[in-house]
């Protein structure tokens, strides 16, 4: 069964003469263990995508099911409690709590009512684990671009959650240092991907490659690093 | 606030004068034992600077009925032609040539509900019929006083009686009242029972009838005052401070300081001026009844039309305070770099925080703590956290209600303070609690009852000082040791000991300048005069503290007349009711220092309440108000922790830790301003002359606690609804 599996998936946004039907249609399955790619130019409607896979938003229309649930039918309070111990977010502009260390960055998902079991624990072995504890107690003003996205990436991971999203996670990085990045997330096993991108080069490194053009995913057909760099 | 205590403290800090203007109070009243009419005339046109006089015989004592209601105590004042000294404040004046008419105080009238054209029956006399009401501010109203009426000779049957008891004087300029008086006494030969009272003699006993009661309307209001310009001050701030990023825009395409200042002052005040018309309407609707019924007990007239001009005052100082509070930081932040703006910097001075920030980063790193002490307290103190990042807000806000707080505190010391000075002898420093109308032979049997413990001849009479006749003083005599009676505390030099000395009330020695080893000079009521030297100062709530404890031998020596009763001291734990039955009708239990001002306790309960609500009310919008703030500005943290799976249990944990980062130290504040600033300055304001007991108790606080920790919850979940109304994509500034 898939992890994520999402059926004519539609989406629209403004209201009015500015209504904009960004989603239109989409199909996307997410196996536990696999990294989708989802490319597209900016306006495609990547990161709206993101958010509707994620229950931060409800389609207008289609279906969303995660892990065998059907997202679409759920109150938010319910929804809630999905992205609480099911969804892993990683965002492009980090979104660290300033007033908050690295650490405490981390475990503040272990904190919120309804947190897994062990996630405390789990929130200290990631942060070790991703060689995060030297620098564990400092603001995020105090971190480098790539040190704040892996203490997000241990906060996305806390509640050992099914499905990792991650929109534009080396947006903000420098290239050495998305490249850090994208091989953490490539190194989270037993887990589903999605990464939302418009680097060619990021998206290289999933197991594929979709593109998000016209309101539907196509799957790219030259889904090499060679093809894409040449294509961009 | 502001309002409710420019009507409060207008209506009862100048009602006197305003009543005594309307009245045209004499200048001096004096009374004496029934005298010839043409004997009392030659005596006072023998006066210097006479301006007019009026003569009339007081009558006590008298039955009135009117229906529903009666008295046998009633005082008639029969009139004789010339001024009045009241004020016709419904219906018309007596027309001295017609019998059957009758004025009444309009005190008596409200109080028994009594319209024009009423008929009331005094004495023998046949119905009379009301033709107006009158207000005398030379003594209170029914029913703190007596009631009081007024009929001319013809219809008192007293054309024939040539005698009156009571005359009136006003003078050309008041500033020679003390050389009339002293004038007045040389020629007073003839005239037995003479005493004398002056428009501040006046003034001294309004307020002893109404306690302090008065005074510390007055003192509260004004506090009330200064509170309400701090809140105002502090709510127009925070608006500006969530319109910085729309400043920064502004700036950022090119609007001048000046413009953005105007802006921001021209929309506060599209708020303010409805905002504060309804304000002031509503404090003034809340507080005008029952202060004109305060007023109406005290023979004062309402404040009426002369609280335009304050009101409006207050008004305009409710716009101009946020208008202000509004531009100024605005202009401030206008000047600064719009990017810094952009990012939601804050009010505070950004210098500050830049080298703040570069001293954490030139501190040497330090060891990584362990990770069990990076282990803070959870949502609530994430929320803590994110309130005490903005340390103006945080110390305006703490402040505003810190100062409510304490306010209420103060109101709640109040009323219980009242409720003891109401009740309680002790407040007067009185040590007995029963008096008897008894020769001072009786003091060897009622010393017999169960339950005295000690019993002693009081002796009290008002006396005028020799060399400021205008100033009363209530003297106050035991034979032996009166601080077993009456133990007002010490505040400067020793207690009297020798026949020769006395003690005076603070109030006394501030207004004749007197201190241990000065001499006090009284003119008695017998004509004589008793000379003592001070030797203790005492801090009193009696009389205005315009009060003198004296050996009662020396008092003797000076008028042996001088009324007495037995002063009954009662044994911890006796049945004060079993005494006063075996004592008989002559007991009486000893007043608290409001007296016959009961019944202005209870408006003034009703009014302390009002006013409490309305400050739990600010509170609960200060709370909302800075919750709202804060989610504004941490929107992209809410819905951080929102996507992440956080509900709005997680988000009212946050709030929580917020409002109690304000609530904690707000309380504290309140406690220390009242304890430390609030009370003392509202007892010094109301009673400078004694102690006020109020500092508020544990219960008082624990009721202020409680209430703010209810305001807090509302707070937090009205905010918490609000914020996760929001669609969490936006909160996130991604969709």
Request: glycine share 10%.
């Amino acid at each position: 069964m898939p992890v994520l599996e999402a059926r004519g998936v539609s989406k629209t946004l403004g209201t009015g003469r500015a209504a904009l039907r960004v989603l239109d249609g989409v199909d996307l399955e997410v196996q536990a263990g696999e990294m989708v790619a989802i490319l597209g130019r900016s306006g495609s409607g990547k990161s709206t995508l993101l958010h509707l896979l994620g229950a931060l938003d409800r389609p207008d229309g289609g279906t969303i099911m995660l892990t065998g649930r059907e997202l679409t039918r759920q109150s938010a309070r319910t929804l809630a409690r999905t992205r609480l111990r099911h969804i892993g977010f990683v965002f492009q502009a980090f979104h660290l709590i300033e007033e908050l260390s690295g650490l405490e960055n981390v475990l503040l998902p272990a904190r919120l009512p309804g947190a897994r079991r062990g996630a405390q624990r789990r929130a200290y072995e990631l942060v070790e684990r991703l060689g995060l504890t030297p620098i564990s107690d400092r603001r995020p003003h105090e971190l480098s671009g790539g040190e704040q996205q892996r203490f997000a990436i241990a906060r996305a991971l806390v509640n050992d959650p099914e499905l990792v999203l991650a929109d534009e996670p080396t947006g903000n990085l420098d290239q050495a240092n998305g490249a850090a990045v994208l091989a953490l997330l490539r190194g989270l096993s037993d887990r589903a991907i999605v990464l939302v991108t418009h680097e060619p080069e990021a998206a290289a490194t999933a197991d594929r490659v979709l593109h998000l053009t016209d309101g539907r995913l196509h799957a790219d057909r030259l889904s090499t690093v060679k093809a894409l760099r040449e294509s961009a | 606030m502001l309002a409710a205590s420019l009507v409060v403290a207008d209506s009862l800090g100048r009602g006197f004068d305003r009543a005594a203007g309307a009245a045209g109070l004499a200048d001096v009243i004096v009374r004496f034992d029934p005298e010839q009419a043409s004997l009392v005339r030659q005596r006072i046109e023998a006066l210097p600077d006479l301006a007019g006089f009026s003569l009339r015989q007081e009558l006590s004592g008298v039955d009135l009925d009117a229906g529903q209601h009666s008295s046998s105590q009633a005082s008639v004042e029969v009139l004789w032609p010339g001024r009045r000294g009241y004020a016709i404040v419904a219906g018309r004046d007596l027309q001295l040539g017609r019998p059957g008419e009758i004025v009444l105080e309009r005190g008596l009238a409200d109080a028994w509900g009594l319209r024009l054209n009423s008929l009331v029956s005094l004495g023998p006399l046949p119905a009379l019929r009301v033709v107006g009401f009158a207000e005398a501010p030379d003594n209170v109203s029914f029913p703190l006083a007596v009631p009081r009426v007024y009929v001319s000779r013809s219809t008192a049957g007293l054309q024939s009686d040539p005698r009156v008891n009571l005359a009136q004087i006003w003078l050309r300029d008041p500033r020679y009242l003390d050389q009339v008086l002293v004038q007045a006494r040389a020629t007073s030969y003839g005239l037995r029972g003479l005493r004398y009272i002056t428009r501040s003699g006046v003034r001294v006993l309004l307020d002893q009838a109404a306690g302090i009661v008065i005074d510390l309307l007055v003192a509260l209001s004004l506090i009330a005052l200064a509170t309400a310009a701090v809140m105002l001050g502090a709510s127009a701030r925070a608006e500006v401070q969530r319109r910085l990023a729309a400043i920064g825009v502004r700036r950022a395409v090119g609007a001048s300081r000046g413009h953005l200042a105007l802006t921001q002052a021209l929309e506060a005040l599209l708020v303010a001026a409805p905002a504060a018309t309804l304000g002031v309407l509503a404090g003034t609707l809340a507080t005008y009844g029952p202060s004109t019924r305060l007023l109406t007990m005290l023979n004062e007239p309402p404040a009426g039309a002369a609280l335009i001009l304050p009101l409006a005052g207050a008004w305009l100082g409710a716009i101009a305070i946020p208008v202000l509070a509004a531009a100024w930081p605005a202009w401030r932040a206008a000047g600064r770099n719009p990017v810094a703006l952009l990012r939601g910097a804050e009010l505070s001075r950004q210098r500050q925080r830049q080298r703040q920030r570069q001293r954490q980063r030139q501190r040497p790193r330090q060891r990584p703590r362990s990770e069990r002490s990076a282990h803070q307290a959870g949502l609530a103190g994430l929320g803590a956290r994110l309130a005490a990042s903005r340390r103006a807000r945080l110390a305006a806000t703490t402040l505003t209600l810190g100062c409510s707080a304490g306010f209420v505190l103060l109101m709640l010391a109040l009323a219980s303070a009242l409720t003891s000075l109401e009740t309680d002898p002790g407040a007067l420093g009185k040590r007995y609690q029963l008096t008897a109308l008894l020769p001072p032979a009786a003091a060897a049997h009622v010393r017999s009852i169960p339950g005295v413990q000690a019993v002693a001849p009081r002796y009290e009479e008002q006396a005028a000082d020799s060399f400021a006749l205008g100033e009363t003083v209530d003297v106050i005599a035991y034979p032996g040791d009166h601080t077993v009676f009456e133990d007002p505390p010490l505040v400067s030099g020793r207690r009297l000991h020798g026949p020769g000395e006395a003690e005076v009330g603070a109030g006394l020695a501030d207004a004749l300048g007197l201190s241990p080893g000065s001499t006090l000079a009284l003119q008695l009521p017998s004509g004589n005069e008793l000379r003592l030297t001070v030797r203790g100062v005492v801090s009193s709530l009696q009389h205005d503290g315009r009060v003198a404890y004296v050996p009662a031998a020396a008092l003797l020596r000076g008028d042996p007349a001088a009324p007495e009763t037995l002063a009954i001291r009662a044994a911890p734990g006796a049945d004060l009711n079993r005494i006063e039955t075996a004592l008989g009708p002559s007991a009486e239990l000893a007043a608290g220092a409001t007296a016959r001002g009961v019944p202005l306790v209870q408006v003034l309960r009703a009014i302390l309440r009002a006013v409490a609500i309305v400050d739990g009310l600010v509170c609960v919008y200060a709370l909302i108000q800075t919750c709202a703030l804060m989610v504004q500005e941490r929107r992209r943290t809410i819905a951080v922790l929102r996507a992440f799976g956080g509900g709005p249990a997680a988000v009212g944990r946050l709030l929580t830790g917020s409002v109690l980062a304000l609530l904690l130290p707000a309380a504290l504040v309140g406690i220390l301003l009242e304890r430390l600033l609030l009370g003392p300055a509202l007892g010094r304001l109301a009673a400078g002359y004694a102690t006020l007991p109020l500092q508020a108790g544990a219960t008082s606080i624990a009721a202020v606690v409680v209430g703010l920790a209810a305001a807090g919850a509302v707070a937090v979940a009205w905010v918490t609804r609000q914020a996760t109304r929001e669609r969490v994509v936006a909160g996130l500034g991604t969709g």
